[in-house]
């Protein structure tokens, strides 16, 4: 992989109320790696950013590389980091293409670079044949892809994003969701954003940093992170998670339905808790299983549907599954959990 | 080449809906009307105009049918008219009466008048008369202006960065004056902040920054530096600010000159 590698060591934010933002903090970002930092507000994602682009110091013994280049008090303008801001602002009387070059404009580079760069960069952002537009004609999408080819046309080391799709409605969000991931990928650029949005992170990133009070969580790949999360706050921000409370005797969980039998070595199951996704609970008939509930609804999804049960334990049990079985309010279920769909987790 | 710009500023235009007046008294779109006819009659003596940055307070109320009437008034300027948010103003009408190439958060944007740079920010907190520029805004200024290089450029915001002495008014300033002047001084180039709220021609040299407040062409906040003086405003004469930006031998120099919109008498020749 091409790029530079980013590392933070130990890095810190106090402010001078006293208030944390972030806990010291070590990550190393690959070259051409696309990381998000991913947690709810106030979680210290935002914070960390502005750290990697030169926005906002570490505390005293935090330190930031580029490589092997300490970049820890260069400022923003020096550190040659691309940065997308959720509400861009592009210039609204050019065109396209005078949007993308302006970068280098002031930089002083010749026409003909120029030119060329921003061909370059239009054909990788997929703007071609829009050079001309002006801005107020382009759509949503186009416009952000505009901002994009803006920060990497001076062919920045590090690409730095803010929030990149919050800034449009639901509908066109899952479709640049997508788009963006491939640009991304096609850039080789180290990246690193931020997102609230566990979707938008799990489809982008290659790595993913969950946050939460200043601490990165787990930092691991989308898959792992959602079949195997450090701990409960984790698996319920990457993904639904039904909490089923019950009490475990040596290898057997009994819960209100019945009882499920957990393999050797799963002792540690903290308060008494297991965790399964929605999705890995199959629905079998009550006859064929030790753990049964009551249907309390079904709601069609289209390519699924969601079943929600009752009797199971405390709490409701949510579970995902094909649109077609017919499901009875009252019915008597039977409930198949495979023994490496039940994620035992550190309380939160 | 480098070449002499110039861009009109006009600030706190306060536009009401047909058949109503400001505070009950002032009738704002005649002074409006009148201010975009001195612009229009300048042109002749002063040559071209690169643009016209409005700073604020385009309507009364904030209304859809405010900035509609505001868009009909200066329909006879052309030459690119920008826009960014006073306290009286509603962010997402103005959001759908003007062209702004972001579709959430503040009204930020950055344009070209000829040489020069014209970053305008939104310091509007929604149902507060104060002003606040967010940690977002300030960053993404930090970015832009890291970009500029030695580039000049002039900083528009409603609310004004420092204290005029009118205490009812500096209750009401923008709170994170130091924050953002600590941005601004970062600059290289030339650069000027410009301001309106205050209805009145205040110029300030803060160490980092040179700051202008354009007056209003229409009501004025009157002059008084007692501590609570009352907010009151008068109709003394009301204007424009022309911008000049002049390239000399090394860098870029900025001009200000305050232009009445009110009748006077006038030209005389000094020849006999």
Redesign the interface.
């Known amino acids: 992989m091409s790029g530079t590698q980013i590392q933070l060591k130990s890095c810190s934010k106090t402010f001078p109320d006293g208030t944390r933002a972030l806990s010291p903090t070590s990550i190393n970002v690959s070259p051409g790696e696309i990381l998000a930092l991913l947690g709810p507000s106030g979680c210290g994602k935002t914070t960390m950013l502005?750290i990697i682009?030169g926005?906002e110091s570490p505390d005293e013994t935090g330190k930031v590389f580029f490589d092997d280049s300490d970049v820890t008090s260069i400022?923003?303008?020096k550190r040659s980091v691309g940065?997308v801001?959720?509400?861009?602002?592009?210039?609204?009387?050019?065109s396209v293409r005078e949007n993308i070059g302006?970068?280098l404009k002031?930089?002083k580079i010749s026409t003909e670079k120029i030119r060329d760069r921003v061909d370059e960069v239009m054909a990788l952002c997929q703007l071609e044949g829009l050079g001309e537009r002006n801005?107020?004609a382009l759509s949503?999408g186009q416009?952000q892809r505009v901002a994009l080819a803006r920060a990497v046309a001076p062919q920045p080391k590090i690409l730095l994003l803010?929030e990149p799709l919050?800034?449009?409605d639901a509908g066109l969000r899952d479709q640049l969701r997508d788009e963006l991931a491939i640009l991304l990928r096609s850039l080789s650029i180290t990246t690193v954003f931020v997102t609230h949005d566990q979707a938008e992170a799990m489809a982008i990133a290659d790595r993913v940093a969950v946050m939460q009070k200043g601490h990165v969580l787990q930092i691991d790949d989308p898959r792992k992170l959602y079949t195997a999360p450090d701990n409960a706050f984790v698996a319920r921000f990457v993904g639904a998670a039904n909490e089923l409370s019950g009490r475990l005797n040596n290898n057997l969980f009994s819960l209100q339905g019945g009882s499920l039998q957990l393999p050797e070595g799963i002792s540690a199951v903290s308060d008494d808790k297991i965790y399964v996704r929605q999705e890995a609970i199959k629905l079998i008939p009550p006859s064929e299983s030790e753990l049964k509930g009551k249907v309390l609804s079904s709601t069609f999804l289209g390519n699924s549907q969601k079943i929600v049960l009752s009797d199971v334990c405390e709490r409701l049990v949510n579970v995902i599954t094909d649109p077609f079985s017919k499901y009875e309010i009252g019915q008597e279920v039977g409930l198949l959990i495979q023994v490496e769909d039940i994620l035992v987790l550190r309380d939160d | 080449m480098r070449k002499v710009t110039k861009f009109v500023q006009l600030t706190d235009t306060h536009i009401v809906r047909e058949g109503e007046l400001a505070y009950g008294v002032v009738n704002t779109a005649e002074y409006l009307e009148r201010a975009v006819k001195v612009i229009n009659g300048l042109l002749e003596y002063i040559g071209p105009i690169d643009g016209v940055v409005v700073t604020g307070d385009l309507a009364d109320f904030g209304a859809a049918e405010e900035y509609q009437r505001f868009k009909e008034l200066i329909k006879p300027l052309k030459f690119?008219v920008?826009v960014l948010p006073g306290n009286h103003d509603n962010r997402e009408q103005m959001r759908t009466a003007f062209?702004?190439?972001?579709?959430?958060?503040?009204l930020?944007?950055?344009?070209?008048f000829g040489d020069c740079h014209l970053i305008t920010l939104d310091s509007l907190v929604t149902g507060s008369p104060h002003g606040l520029l967010t940690d977002?805004t300030l960053?993404?200024l930090?970015?832009e202006?890291?970009?500029?290089?030695n580039?000049p450029v002039s900083i528009a915001l409603h609310h004004p960065p420092f204290v005029t002495g009118i205490g009812h008014m500096d209750r009401q300033r923008l709170r994170n004056s130091e924050q953002f002047l600590n941005i601004v001084a970062?600059h290289k180039g030339a650069k000027q902040v410009i301001c309106g709220h205050v209805h009145r021609h205040i110029t300030y040299f803060d160490k980092r920054c040179p700051i202008v407040i354009s007056p209003s062409p229409a009501h004025a906040v009157a002059l008084d530096h007692r501590e609570n003086g009352p907010s009151d405003f008068t109709l003394e004469p009301g204007g424009i600010l022309l911008h000049t930006l002049i390239p000399e031998t090394r860098d870029y120099c900025f001009r200000s000159e305050f232009v009445p919109v009110s009748p006077f008498k006038g030209p005389y020749s000094f020849g006999l």
């Not at chain 1, 602002?89 to 050019?94: D, K």
């Open positions: 502005r682009a926005l400022p923003i303008e940065m801001f959720q509400s861009y602002a592009l210039f609204p009387n050019m302006y970068g002031i930089k801005i107020k949503g416009r803010d919050s800034a449009l | 690119p920008f062209d702004f190439t972001n579709e959430t958060g503040p930020n944007a950055h344009v070209k977002k960053d993404w930090k970015c202006l890291g970009e500029l290089g580039e970062q």
